[in-house]
């Protein structure tokens, strides 16, 4: 099955740097790469996701890229605020019929003020 | 849209108690998902269920733990005779109809059940 491996576990950055986590996946069929947010004691939320025939998405401060070939995907954040300290999840979606989402162990960002 | 909804938010139960943790889908979703998190830890996948139907339950320890999605009424995740490692937040998510490459793989999480075993 599938397996999602996430780097750092942990990251620190001053306000106003950029924070990037990064994520691998092993099944090469998985089509839809989501990154949630999840702050302490409440639910993740989603952030933004990328699906496989796309390279790059953008949302203001936050992009995702995926490599298919390599089965990379990565997230960025630009001008990191601190609001942004929580932990961040990657996750991969099979394309088969199980359609269900396999998460990385997750980063906790830390943005210093 | 209300969302993705979970009862109880919080529960505690003595050891060999049973619990139900209740989920109602967004409207219009038909896939009701549970995912499992211990403290300080990741998303774990249990099961993954369709109107009456388990769609995949690989993630769902072999005993004590069950799940269903009726045809009426909300999704129950069911542990029975709990123990002190059962305590953990439970989480149900949703989404459309399956549709690879579409809107359908979009997820959205409930606020969780955090269930205590004292």
């Known amino acids: 099955g599938e397996n999602v491996e996430q780097h750092p576990s942990t990251l620190s950055v001053q306000e106003g740097d950029s924070a990037v986590i990064k994520c691998t996946y092993s099944d090469s069929a998985s089509n839809y790469f989501p990154w949630y947010k999840q702050e302490l004691g409440k639910r993740p939320q989603l952030i933004i996701d990328?699906?496989?025939?796309?390279g790059e998405k953008k949302d203001q401060r936050i992009a995702v890229t995926l490599n298919k070939t390599a089965k990379h995907f990565s997230l960025h954040i630009t001008e990191t605020q601190p609001e942004d300290s929580a932990v961040y999840f990657c996750?991969?979606?099979?394309?088969?019929?199980?359609?269900?989402?396999?998460f990385g162990t997750g980063t906790l960002l830390a943005v210093q003020p | 849209n209300a969302g993705v909804m979970q009862n109880p938010r919080h529960l505690v139960r003595r050891r060999g108690q049973e619990a139900r943790l209740r989920c109602s889908p967004m409207?219009?979703?038909?896939?009701v998902y549970w995912y499992r998190q211990l403290p300080e830890e990741g998303l774990k996948f249990m099961v993954y269920?369709?109107?009456?139907?388990?769609?995949?339950e690989s993630g769902m320890p072999k005993e004590r733990f069950s799940a269903e999605f009726p045809k009426e009424g909300p999704s129950i995740l069911r542990i029975q005779q709990v123990v002190r490692g059962d305590s953990a937040a439970y989480f149900c998510?949703?989404?459309?109809?399956?549709?690879?490459?579409?809107?359908?793989?979009?997820?959205?999480f409930g606020e969780g059940s955090w269930l205590t075993v004292v």
């Open positions: 269920l369709q109107k009456e139907n388990i769609i995949d």
């Open positions: 409207k219009g979703h038909s896939h």
């Open positions: 990328i699906r496989s025939n796309v």
């Open positions: 998510a949703s989404s459309p109809i399956s549709s690879t490459g579409g809107s359908g793989n979009t997820i959205y």
């Open positions: 996750a991969a979606m099979g394309g088969g019929a199980t359609n269900k989402l396999i």
